[in-house]
């Protein structure tokens, strides 16, 4: 009887072993997001991006990616592309075209921006920035592509 106990106990503790690894594993795996920018009026400057992965951080000072794409790199035909490395999940994304280099996204008076701007999904606010739940994208094994059109308010 002992002996069973032993093959039971043992036989939980593989499986323990192996649902922790496969959820660590899991942890590690990593998504290529693909952003493809259209609708810039001109190929000068600096697009900026920023992801993020809760409403509660949507557009705040704290995205779980930032990267700075010079436009001239990565130019291809009437696009700037990048590709973006992320853990699988749930994100969404801004970008802002820094026409005059200052690494900044210009707001009028009232916050409203004076760059050109581009949400995920291609989502728009009515008075005020899209939702999170509107620019929200899931981001899986396979590549994703977000095509984004950069827009003036």
């Not at 192996?18 to 009026?41: F, N, P």
């Not at 436009?71 to 009437?78: A, F, N, R, S, T």
């Not at 690494?103 to 008075?127: H, K, L, V, W, Y």
């Amino acid at each position: 009887m002992v002996s069973r106990w032993k093959r039971v106990v043992s036989g939980l503790a593989l499986l323990v072993a192996l649902v922790g690894g496969q959820a660590a594993l899991a942890e590690d795996l990593t998504g290529i997001l693909v952003v493809e920018i259209a609708g810039l009026k001109d190929a000068t400057g600096d697009v900026y991006i920023a992801v993020y992965d809760s409403d509660a951080t949507w557009l705040g000072d704290e995205p779980v990616l930032q990267k700075k794409v010079p436009i001239v790199e990565g130019l291809d035909g009437d696009l700037v592309r990048t590709e973006l490395h992320l853990p699988l999940g749930e994100y969404a994304m801004s970008a802002f075209h820094d026409k005059n280099g200052n690494g900044e996204m210009d707001t009028n008076f009232i916050g409203m921006p004076r760059e050109p701007i581009a949400i995920s999904n291609n989502a728009q606010g009515q008075f005020g920035p899209p939702a999170y739940e509107d620019a929200r994208f899931s981001l899986g094994a396979e590549p994703l592509i977000q095509r984004i059109d950069m827009r003036d308010l």
